[in-house]
Structure formats: structure tokens, C-alpha cells
């Protein structure tokens, strides 16, 4: 199982307010690629996923190397984000669901684990 430290960590960063700030037209492309999440933060999928649907992104760079040396495993995450619903009485925002994974190698060992965040991509803090 993933550990605990490290998922409880990026779903703190997850219900955390998050403004992406950016026009619908520029997230379109993100939408249709995997995003390297170099320090791990999946706000930026939930925020593409509210507005187009789905994002996807694998954690790279710095967080990988941390997630890495505190599992003591090479095993690749990656961050699916899909839009559920919109929340009513709050235009623009969504329930998004969070599930991270891992290659079909390492998925006895790190079985896939999922959330579901409220996400209002482009209110003010």
C-alpha cells in the first residue's frame, strides 16, 4: 500500500484553494496530455478536469525523488483527476475525483486510491 505520509500530504495540497487562472481555450491542450508534476501538487489537474472533463499527470522532478526515497521504490505516480458533477449554487465549480496509480508492475504493491475534492478553478483565494 502507498505510503500513508506521502497520500495524506497530497490530499492536504488537494483541498487546498487553488485558482488556475487561466482562460478555458489555453487548459484545452493540457486536457488531452499527461502533465509532469514536478512538485506533485495535483491542483492543476483538478482545476483542468473541472473545466474540460479530465486531466491526467505523473509526478516528476524533485517530488518523485522524495516519494521515491521514502517508499523505497522506483514505482511511477500517476494522478488521474475526472470531473463528477457541478455543484449547484456555485457557478464554475466542480466534484472532481482524484485516483493515483501506479504501473501495472507495482500495482500489488501500491494499489490505486481515490478522493473526491470540490474544486472552483478560477475563484479568487
Same mark, same amino acid.
Given at each position: 500500500?502507498?505510503?500513508?505520509?506521502?497520500?495524506?500530504?497530497?490530499?492536504?495540497?488537494?483541498?487546498?484553494?487553488?485558482s488556475?487562472?487561466?482562460?478555458?481555450?489555453?487548459?484545452?491542450?493540457?486536457?488531452?496530455?499527461?502533465?509532469?508534476?514536478?512538485?506533485?501538487?495535483?491542483?492543476p =489537474?483538478?482545476? #483542468?478536469?473541472?473545466?474540460? &472533463?479530465? /486531466?491526467?499527470?505523473?509526478? !516528476?522532478?524533485?517530488?518523485? +525523488?522524495?516519494?521515491k526515497?521514502?517508499?523505497?521504490?522506483?514505482?511511477?505516480?500517476?494522478?488521474?483527476?475526472?470531473k =463528477?458533477s457541478? #455543484?449547484?449554487?456555485?457557478? &464554475?465549480? /466542480?466534484?472532481v475525483?482524484? !485516483?493515483?496509480?501506479?504501473? +501495472?508492475?507495482?500495482?500489488?504493491?501500491?494499489?490505486?486510491?481515490?478522493?473526491?475534492?470540490?474544486?472552483?478553478?478560477?475563484?479568487?483565494?
Amino acid at each position: 500500500m502507498m505510503n500513508r505520509s506521502i497520500f495524506l500530504i497530497m490530499t492536504v495540497m488537494s483541498l487546498s484553494g487553488f485558482s488556475i487562472g487561466a482562460p478555458k481555450v489555453d487548459t484545452l491542450s493540457l486536457s488531452k496530455q499527461v502533465i509532469p508534476l514536478d512538485k506533485g501538487d495535483p491542483r492543476p =489537474l483538478m482545476a #483542468i478536469a473541472a473545466i474540460h &472533463g479530465k /486531466a491526467r499527470g505523473q509526478i !516528476t522532478g524533485e517530488a518523485a +525523488k522524495i516519494i521515491k526515497e521514502r517508499t523505497k521504490s522506483a514505482a511511477p505516480i500517476f494522478i488521474e483527476a475526472v470531473k =463528477l458533477s457541478d #455543484i449547484e449554487d456555485q457557478p &464554475g465549480c /466542480a466534484k472532481v475525483k482524484l !485516483t493515483y496509480t501506479t504501473s +501495472k508492475e507495482y500495482s500489488a504493491q501500491f494499489p490505486a486510491q481515490s478522493m473526491d475534492v470540490a474544486v472552483c478553478p478560477n475563484k479568487a483565494k
